[in-house]
C-alpha cells in the first residue's frame, strides 16, 4: 500500500483542515451569541445550512488574481464574513450575498435580493417588491397621492435595453393584498449622485464613470440595488431587532473595499504623479456583484 505524501498534497489536506476549523469556530460563535441573547435568528434561518452553502459558494469563489479566496484571504477574514452573513440571516445560495476578496480580506455583501429579504422579515406587512430600470425612450406613468408616488405602468421595447440608456430606476414594496406600500423612483442622476457618496468612488477625475470598476461593469444591476436599498433600508435600520452586531455586519464590505480601494489608488497615483480627489463618505445604496432581472409590469 502506498500512501501521496506530496508537498502539494500535504498542503490541500491542511487548507482543508483549516477551512473546516473556521466553519466550525463560526458556527461555535454563533451558538454562544444566540445562548447569550445577544442575536435572535429568523425561525426559517438555519445558520448551519447557510454556513454548508457559503462553503460550497467559497470553494468556487477566487479573487480578481484569479485565485481561490479561501487560500489567499487571512482565515480571520473568512471567518468574519461567514460570521457576518449568519448575522444578517442571509444564504449565497439565494443570491441575497457575495463574498469578494478586496485584497487577502473577505467580505460579505449584501445584495439587493438581501436587503429585501431583511425588509419583509423585519415588515412582515410586505408580501413583495416590484422594481425596474427605466430606459432611454421607455414610457413610464405614476401617480402622486398626499405626496405617495405609485408607478401605474412601465412599457419598454426590446431595442430600448442598453446599459449606456439608462435614464432612471424605481421600486415598489407590494402588501399582502396586492397595494403599493411605499415607493422610491430616481433618475439616474440622482442615481449617480448616490453612487459618489459611495468610499469606493467609482468616477475618475472628470466625473466619468469607471469602466472597469462595478458601477461600469453592472450599471444596471448597480442601479437596481441603490434604488432597492433606498427603499428598504428606512425599514431595516428602524426596527428595533437591528443591533449593533447587525449593523456592524451590514457595514463592514464597505468600509474594507473603501479601504483596500482608496490604498490602491494611493498607489497608482504615488506612480503617475497624479492628485487624487476622494471624499470618503460611507454610502448605503452602492451595490457589489452582478445580480439577476427581478420582477417588473
Known sequence: MTTNNSPATTGNQQTAVAQKTIVDTVAGRVRQFIANGELHLPADYSPENALKAAYLVLQDTVDKEKNPVLQSCTQNSISLALLDMIVLGLNPLKKQCYFIAYGKNLACQR????AMAMAKRLDQSIADFAYEVVYEGDDV??????????????KQKMENIKDDKIIGAYAMSIGHNGEVMATELMTFDQIKKSWRQSKSYPFDNNGNIKPDSTHGKFPRAMSLRTVINKL?????????????LIKSASNRAEEISAEVEF???????????EIIDIDPVADQSAETGPEQRGPGF
Open 263 to 273: 490604498q490602491e489608488e494611493l498607489e497608482i497615483n504615488a506612480n503617475t504623479g
Open 141 to 154: 406613468e405614476y401617480t402622486i397621492v398626499k405626496g405617495k408616488k405609485t408607478v401605474t405602468g412601465h
Open 111 to 114: 445584495s439587493y435580493f438581501g
Open 232 to 244: 428598504c433600508n428606512p425599514i431595516i435600520n428602524a426596527s428595533s431587532d437591528i443591533n449593533l
